[in-house]
């Protein structure tokens, strides 16, 4: 079999190259599978994390038919840690019934922390280092960890050492009313201390983005989303029995409004002229996600059909107080140069929606010569993505954001989008916070 990247395909209705390089091991995906992504506080609200990532793991078991030991490495994202299971990762894969002797290790990223699960796997696997990882991620933000104020905590760790009745009558003493407010974590960046959506508000005012065209984004979203859940294309979803509740099968935040309806809500962050409201922003959500990476010679050798190869990806960073959300417009080039493709060549793309305001910025942002040259260093646009190609089975806005569990999401549906609609090349694009992005190429796997 050719390696060279200059072998063209046998099929004669594409005329497209494949990306293979020689030298270089061909990294499939084989499964990938979620739980149903719920509003928090909804059915999932007692659980704890690791609870969905042990079913999106066990989902991922049961549809392969993998034999639990047969993974070499297990890698989750989460963002919001719970203390108990700081590394979630492993206790969901025990949880799972995984071997013990398989190592887990847990990354956070922001909204990219799965998609970085995903590329340190296929940088084990290229290294030589292992032939099969489970990736995945979680997020659980039904419940978060609140912390007392950092001087009431400092007093009870001093109450922990104090010696005689007296030094604990002391400390005891000194607490004082407002000692006693907690702390919440807050979804903020901790360098500018600027919350996400006032941002997010922010970069649709500089792009000239109006409040019609960003509900106008956020009902398209819900309206794919739910069309794609009636038609059954939404296959990566796995029912999960919830102990002692119902079993789920399905996401729950996907509601269609009406221009009419989501005209009538106040901004929620720059009030009173923002334009980022409740409808047009992803919501807080409960859900995991796993995918099964391998070399393409384990997965044959061990009888598994590949939905996708993953090919070339990039990470990126800019200054996070302007251009906090820019992260697809950065990545994209840099990801289709690597690539050696264009826009016109991708058939599927799949972009993460954190609000409908910073997909339209990025839109305009790609669109511009000007925002090319003065902030990217480049000649020229790299181009907007068709919108007949652009996240046509809902998105972040619709199906919900799990922050740790996304980038696995965006990479199933691209394999199975490119499945479907009988494309070649599919890529995905992701911003996070801290200014930071992420965007990967996809190829089909021959039919």
């Known amino acids: 079999p050719h390696t060279c990247c200059s072998v063209y395909r046998s099929d004669p209705t594409k005329s497209k190259k494949t990306l293979a390089r ?41 549809r392969t038919g993998l034999p639990k030991d047969a993974v070499d490495y297990i890698i989750y994202g989460t963002v919001i840690q719970e203390v108990k299971t700081s590394n979630v990762a492993r206790e969901a894969a025990l949880g799972a019934g995984f071997s013990d002797k398989i190592p887990a290790h847990t990354v956070t990223m922001a909204c990219i ?41 400092k007093t009870m760790l001093s109450l922990n050492k104090a010696k005689t009745l007296g030094q604990k009558l002391g400390l005891l003493g000194s607490i004082r009313l407002a000692h006693l407010s907690p702390e919440l974590p807050a979804v903020a960046e901790f360098s500018t201390a600027e919350t996400m959506g006032h941002s997010a508000d922010r970069l649709a005012a500089a792009f000239g983005v109006s409040r019609l065209e960003q509900d106008e984004f956020a009902l398209r979203s819900h309206s794919l989303a739910k069309k ?21 099968s399905k996401d729950n935040g996907i509601r269609p409004s009406s221009m009419q309806q989501m005209a009538k809500l106040k901004p929620a962050f720059v009030k009173p002229h923002g334009t980022v409201t409740a409808a047009n922003s992803s919501f807080l959500t409960d ?12 997965a044959l050798a061990m009888g598994y059909k590949p939905k996708a190869y993953l090919r070339d990806f990039v990470y990126v960073s800019q200054d996070p107080k302007d251009q906090l959300l820019l992260g697809p417009t950065y990545g ?34 790609m669109d511009s010569d000007w925002f090319a040259q003065t902030y990217m260093g480049r000649k020229s646009k790299v181009g907007t993505p068709s919108m007949e190609k652009f996240n046509l089975w809902g998105g972040s806005l619709s199906l919900g954001h799990p922050f740790g569990a996304t980038g696995c999401r965006l990479v199933t549906t691209v394999a199975h989008r490119l499945q479907k609609e009988g494309g070649q090349y599919g890529l995905v694009a992701a911003c996070a916070a801290g200014g930071q992005g992420h965007a990967m190429v996809i190829e089909a796997y021959p039919q």
């Open 22 to 62: 020689p030298g270089v091991k061909n990294v499939v995906l084989v499964e990938g599978v979620r739980t149903p992504f719920l509003l928090s506080g909804t059915t999932y609200a007692d659980l704890m994390p690791h609870d969905l990532a042990r079913a999106a793991l066990q989902g991922l078991l049961h």
């Open 113 to 153: 922390s799965s998609n970085q699960a995903m590329t340190s796997a296929v940088g084990m696997i290229a290294a030589g280092q292992c032939d099969a990882v489970v990736a995945g991620g979680v997020e659980f933000m039904s419940d978060v960890p609140i912390r007392h104020s950092r001087k009431m905590r």
């Open 228 to 248: 794609a859940q009636d038609d059954g294309f939404l296959q990566d979803v796995i029912s999960f029995k919830v102990p002692g509740r119902d079993i789920v």
């Open 287 to 298: 859900g995991a996600s796993a995918v099964l990476i391998m070399s393409e010679e384990k």
């Open 332 to 365: 994209t080039p840099k990801a289709l140069e690597r690539a050696g493709l264009s826009m016109s060549d991708i058939d599927v793309f799949e972009f993460h929606e954190a609000f409908a305001g910073q997909i339209m910025a990025n839109l305009k942002a």
